[in-house]
Nanobody, 120 residues
């Protein structure tokens, strides 16, 4: 069974940085693509950043130039580097990854979520 294990969340002050990690646990051939989402209390889950296995990325407008998504194919781990954090970035962050199995099939999994709290 393939699982995504998230880490790196925490509580920081405005302007500080955090790096979230999302590691694939289980045997896969490769990661096909990954998306980071976040959800604040009472809000819908929103898209934050995405990257394909080819390296193409896109971001939520409000995090462009502050967040960077990085996929380490050798470690089957995806990172979200978050700089210049703002209180409005406070949320639970989730990763979602699509992957290729050795059998040739495809699959997808969600991480368990990690809390990011930014105080002013």
């Amino acid at each position: 069974q393939v699982q995504l294990v998230e880490s790196g969340g925490g509580s920081v002050q405005t302007g500080e940085s955090l790096r979230l990690s999302c590691a694939v646990s289980g045997r896969i051939f490769s990661i096909a693509g990954v998306v980071w989402y976040r959800q604040s209390p009472g809000q819908q889950r929103e898209f934050v950043a995405a990257m394909t296995s080819g390296g193409a990325s896109r971001y939520l407008d409000s995090v462009k130039d502050r967040f960077t998504i990085h996929l380490d194919n050798a470690k089957n781990t995806v990172y979200l580097q978050m700089n210049s954090l703002k209180p409005e970035d406070t949320a639970v962050y989730y990763c979602n990854a699509g992957f290729r199995r050795y059998s040739g099939g495809l699959g997808a999994s969600w991480g368990q979520g990690t809390q990011v709290t930014v105080s002013s």
